[in-house]
Structure formats: C-alpha cells, structure tokens
C-alpha cells in the first residue's frame, strides 16, 4: 500500500508493519513509535483517518483518536462493546479475516490513488491556493459529499484544573465578541434582547459579563468582551455597562455603522427582528477595522462569536482546550433536533460525518423536520486563520459550508443547556422555571429532568407582551417532568403549580444504560373559550390533561 501511494519513503515501508500504535504527546503529533524505532513522517500535521482492523486490542488508538477528533473506521460484528462502538465513525460490519483485510486494504490504496490522481491533474508539485479552494468551495456548495464531523460533547477532555498557570495560558489567548442588536419589540419590549430580565433579577447581558468575571477571578486570566451594537440599542448598552465598572472584566463596546463597514441587518417588513445569521458579517467588518491586527498583537488566538439570541452562548473552557489540543480552526456549535425522538438522540451520542444538507439553522419546531442538527450560530474561531483568509477576502460566516475554507474544522455537538434562544414569552417561560438554574453565569440544567429534550412551551397572544406574561403568572409552574404545554385564552396561573407526565415507562437493562426513559407523549393543553376567564388555582397537580373550563381542573 504504502510503495503504491508513495506516503513514504520506500525504504522505510517495511518498517510501517511494525508501528505499534501512534504517540501524541504534542499538539500535532508527528513521529510514529515501532517496536525497534520510532518512525518520522513528512508531514506534522494529524492523521485525516484512522483505520481499525482489530477492535478488540487497539483500545488505546480508539481514545487517541477519539480525543484528538480523528474520524475512526473500524471492522465491527455484534460482540464489539458499546463503548468502543459508539466512538467508530464509520463502521463496516464484518469479521477481520484476512481476506477481508486484504480487501479493505486494496480499496484504500485505490482512493488514495485516485485522489492523488486528481491533485496530479493540477500540475506537478502545485498545491492547491486559497483561491483554489474558494472556487472549490463555489463548486461543490449545496453538494451531498459536503461533509464535517461532528463530536460529541461528552467525548471532548476536561480542561486539567489541577495546572492553573497552564489554563490561565489557555484562556489569555480568547476573546468573546457579542452583539446587541436583536430588539425585544416582539416582547413588548422597547430595548435590546440583552437587558432583559430572564432570571432572577438578571439579564443575558449580565450573565456573560459575571461568567467572564468568574474565570478572570478563578484563573488569573484577561478575557476581554467585544460588544456590537446597531445605532439603535449603542446608548442603552453603553448605559447598562456603568454598572460593570468594579469589575475586572475589559469590555469594549463597538458602535455599528462607526468602526464596522456594514450597517445592522433588519428582516424585510419586520423593523424589530434582528438578523442574527449576518452576525458573521459583523464579526468580519470589525476584524477589517483593524481590530484583528490589534487582537493578534496582545497574544490573542481564539474567539468565541456569540449568537445575539443564544441567551446560553458563553465561554467553555472544555471546548477552548479540544480546539488548542487538535489545532481546529473553526467550530460551530450545534444541537440534534428533536425530529427523531429517541433514535436521533442515540444517534447524537456518536460521533460522525454529517452532510452540511443534514443541518438547518431555523429552530422553530416546524422547521427542524427532515434534519439532524441545528446550527446554533456560536462559532469558535482561530484569529490567524481568519487573518490568512480575510486578507484574501476569501472569507464569509453566513452559513457553515463557509468552514470548507479552514484547513481543520468540526462541529461540536453541544447540550440543550449551552443553547437557550429567547424569541418570545414561551423562551422565557423555559428560563425562568425550574427547568433551569445559573451560577456564575452559567445556566444549569435540572438533574431531575431525564429527557434529553426541553418541554415543548405553546403561549397564546394573550402572554406575547412580558408585561402580561408577568401578570398572568403568580409563579412560573414546576415543568420539570413535563412534556409540552399549550395555552389559549384568557389564562391566569396561581402560585406553585406542577405540570407532570403521568406515566415514565421503564426500558430493559441495557437499554436503560443507553437511554434512561422511554417517555410518553404527556401533554398539558389549556385552552379556554371566547369571553371565559380560566384561573388555574395555586398548588394544583396537572397530568396529562385538556382543560377547556373550570370544572375540567
């Protein structure tokens, strides 16, 4: 394979069959140990695929490349341990004869072979430009080979706790940027979504500035926050600001329209919703200004860009260390849809290549059906990177086929907990239950809630205004437990009420160590009639009931 492909010095092709596993002890490992010598490739760059033939004994090589985020391909048969089988991104049931070794051999020397067939096409010893791969990109947009990889949250290597010095270093080279463009109007109300109040008597705007402080406070560190904002909402952030003045946290705030090319987006018709997709118009039109070169000068590598609506959308330390750790350039926050029920969510569990046709950015439950992912909008990003490609003016991050431009880039799929859009009262509503908790910035998603999901929250006109919504509730209800809500009507709720699921039906053993629960559909409809006024009284226990009138409670 290796004479054929010409991946190594012919020479030193025999040894190959030796290697026994590979070392990463460095960012980008590059030197391969062999039971007699340790074997250095030309390129230091990480391997682009793993390949498994005995998945019983290289349970070492499956947690390195699980790490590091390298797609596995493995031999699979129904004894292979869940463990293991959940980190294979491509899996080929089959038993590891050595004719089907052979085989499976022959087929990848044949696709390298075909690749490199491609490349030679170019010209001898001409490598592709940025340019090539902008029109490549043009090219093949919207194709179904377009693809990236996903990993799962919950694979990704706790950032060591014990080595601050070492995380404070880590966390020096990360800038946050947030806009503040998307208005409340909607909401009834006449400012930016960032100074509402969403708990406890604090805003989103609140919360990323107390997270910040939080772990320039723990770490020692300078994480400074880039706030944008529209004409419109500049003077009411800037105000908000004063009260974060003893705080040691750097933030410095961006007028659009000032120090940015572009002017704030606004939908057609509609004056009041802000266009959170063109944030990464924005971010591009500040780094342009300058800013990058300045961000660059200080030490600064990494940037976290926010959704404006993602209420959820701050630093994780976790996720800074996988992009340092495997050189990843560009990451985009996503989440399953909840399309798919119990299948898509055991399918979220694994790591994979996903198509870029598989992933939808509007979130609205009508909208999600047929895909797999949403995307969040929160991007992690590599500021070199970025300069290499905004100095070509190769770059745009309105979609995220734009991540087919970095020269390693994934998708991370994120929990419920770290995406909390608030659009309207029924986001609210999830906030401020006790669904949900923060601490230090951070919103805490109950351990009581065993469904991977969030309930389904329907409010009808009548609570569309916060004012109202804050009128027709004495307490936001328990819905803990609870599978999805829908009022109409003149509604008023006591104080202390719960809204349940009535039945949770145990699953076997093992698929309960997969899954937990199997839930059924429990919903709570109140729906009350033209000129009725339905008060629910306080302390009142809901189960999977349609009430219409007071008698139905």
């Known amino acids: 394979m290796t004479s054929r492909v010409t991946s190594l010095i012919p020479e030193r092709a025999s040894s190959l069959w030796k290697m026994r ?41 499956f947690l390195e490349a699980e790490r590091l985020g390298i797609p596995i391909v493995a031999l699979v048969d129904s004894s292979m341990p869940w463990e293991y089988y959940k980190k294979v991104t491509y899996p080929i049931p089959a038993n590891d004869s050595v004719q089907f070794v052979y085989l499976i051999c ?39 080979s377009d693809e990236v990889l996903v990993v799962p949250y919950e694979n990704l290597a706790p950032m060591s706790c014990a080595d601050v010095a070492e995380s404070k270093q880590l966390l020096d080279k990360l800038v946050v940027v947030k806009y503040n463009g ?26 990323i500035v107390n997270q910040i402080q939080s772990l320039n406070s723990k770490y020692g560190c300078n994480i400074p926050l880039l706030l944008m ?43 009041d919703k802000w266009q959170s ?51 990843i350039e560009y990451c985009s926050e996503v989440t399953p849809t909840t399309s798919n029920g119990l299948i898509n969510f055991m399918a979220s569990s694994l790591q994979g290549m996903f198509k870029l046709e598989d992933f939808t950015s509007d979130h609205s439950e009508k909208s999600v059906k047929g895909f797999k992912y949403i995307d969040t909008r929160s991007l ?22 734009t991540l087919k431009l970095f020269e390693n880039s994934i998708g991370i799929s994120i929990p419920q907990s770290r995406f909390l859009p608030l659009n309207c009262t029924s986001d609210l509503f999830l906030l401020q239950s006790d669904l949900y908790s923060f601490t230090e910035g951070m919103f805490v998603r109950n351990d009581a809630r065993v469904s991977p999901s969030d309930p389904s929250i329907a409010l009808g006109p009548e609570f569309e205004k916060i004012s109202d919504f804050k009128r027709r509730f004495e307490t936001i209800p328990s819905i803990v437990k609870l599978d999805s809500l829908e009022v109409n009507g003149d509604v008023w709720f006591g104080a202390d009420i719960v809204l349940n699921v009535s039945i949770l039906l145990p699953l076997d053993q093992y698929l309960a160590s997969l899954l937990g ?16 006024t339905l008060r629910i009284p306080g302390g009142v226990v809901l189960e999977d009931e349609e009430i219409n009138d007071p008698t139905d409670i």
């Open 21 to 61: 596993g590979f070392l990463t002890n460095s960012c980008s490992p590059k030197k391969f140990r062999s039971r007699h010598k340790k074997l250095v490739f030309a390129p230091t760059k990480m391997p682009d695929c793993v390949v498994i033939f005995d998945t019983e004994r290289k349970s070492s090589v």
């Open 106 to 144: 022959n087929m990848i020397t044949k696709c390298l072979m075909l690749e490199k067939k491609k490349d030679g096409a170019k010209g001898p010893g001409k490598k592709a430009t940025i340019k090539d791969r902008v029109e490549s990109t043009s090219e093949s947009e919207g194709s179904a």
């Open 182 to 207: 998307a208005l409340g109007k909607n909401m009834g109300f006449g400012g930016p979504k960032s100074l509402i109040e969403v708990k406890n008597g604090s805003t989103p705007l609140d919360l």
């Open 229 to 271: 904002n529209p004409k419109n909402t500049h003077n009411d952030i800037v105000k908000a600001l004063e009260k974060y003045s003893t705080l040691d946290v750097d933030i410095h705030p961006f007028e659009q329209g000032e120090h940015t090319q572009h002017e704030s987006f606004v939908s057609e018709g509609c004056e």
């Open 277 to 327: 997709s063109k944030h990464g118009a924005h971010f591009l039109s500040l780094m342009n200004s300058g800013t990058l070169d300045v961000l660059l000068a200080q030490g600064k590598e990494y940037a976290l860009v926010v959704n404006p609506d993602n209420v959820a959308g701050v630093v994780d330390p976790k996720i800074l260390n996988h992009l340092a750790q495997n050189s």
């Open 380 to 401: 992690w990003l590599n500021l070199k990177a970025i300069k290499r490609l905004v100095d070509t003016s190769a770059l745009n991050l309105d979609n995220l086929s």
């Open 517 to 532: 629960y199997l839930f059924l559909h429990g919903k709570v409809v109140i729906d009350a009639s033209p000129g009725l």
